[in-house]
């Protein structure tokens, strides 16, 4: 059974810092996915990662992938209060040779930023 | 253009009663996914659907659940005689094809509260 384990589950950070959320991974996939969830809210992709090495920024936030260890990183640069939210990652786990996004969740990481 | 449409927002039902969830995935969209976030068990993959056929259902946690997709479009998930274990945001996703790397666009959620 895929495990997607995620740390740290609760971040607290200050504006202006850096820190990075982990997600580990227990079988092999080149097919991880990063979510964000604003509280009350829905889920809002943040980055498709579909090879070893990949790389992917947006703004504040940048996540990488390596499959051979298992292991995304989301790494968040110079955090602000608006990033505050839970950020999911999720592994595309689907049967066989064909993809289809059933996707496996880590157990997100709650991140507040305070001034 | 219009994004993934859930209703009820919430819904509150006695144990026993059936319960029907809707989800209007984004139009032209061939993949449809179910979901169920809870505090005890996370984000868990129920359901998915390609067209109208639903290749994996193997998220579906008893024969109480059943779900169907009509006109390629519209998904209609049931809960039978429902338990206070069935307490749960229910979330519908909808992605172009399915493939490979197609983003999963969520919708905002049916909050189900089983008393």
């Known amino acids: 059974e895929l495990k997607v384990e995620q740390n740290p589950l609760f971040l607290s950070m200050q504006e202006g810092k850096n820190y990075t959320i982990y997600c580990n991974y227990s079988t092999t996939s080149d097919r991880l996915y990063w979510y964000r969830q604003d509280p009350g809210k829905s889920l809002e992709s943040l980055f498709v990662?579909?090879?070893?090495?990949a790389v992917k920024q947006e703004g504040r936030l940048m996540a990488s992938l390596d499959t051979k260890a298992r292991l995304s990183t989301l790494h968040i640069t110079a955090a602000v209060h608006d990033l505050s939210a839970t950020y999911f990652c999720a592994v595309d786990i689907s049967a066989g040779g064909t993809s289809y996004g059933k996707l496996t969740f880590g157990q997100g990481t709650i991140l507040t930023v305070h001034p | 253009g219009a994004g993934v449409s859930q209703s009820p927002s919430n819904k509150v039902t006695e144990k026993g009663k059936d319960v029907e969830l809707r989800c209007d995935p984004i139009s032209g969209h061939t993949a449809l996914y179910w979901y169920r976030q809870s505090l005890g068990q996370g984000l868990e993959f129920l359901i998915y659907f390609q067209g109208n056929s639903a290749p994996d259902k193997s998220g579906l946690p008893s024969d109480r659940f059943s779900a169907e997709r009509t006109g390629g479009s519209v998904s209609t998930l049931t809960i039978q005689r429902t338990q206070q274990e069935d307490s749960a945001v229910y979330l519908c996703?909808?992605?172009?094809?399915?493939?490979?790397?197609?983003?999963?666009?969520f919708g905002a959620g049916t909050r189900l509260s089983v008393l």
């Open positions: 990662l579909l090879s070893n090495g």
């Open positions: 996703a909808s992605s172009l094809t399915g493939g490979r790397g197609n983003i999963q666009y």
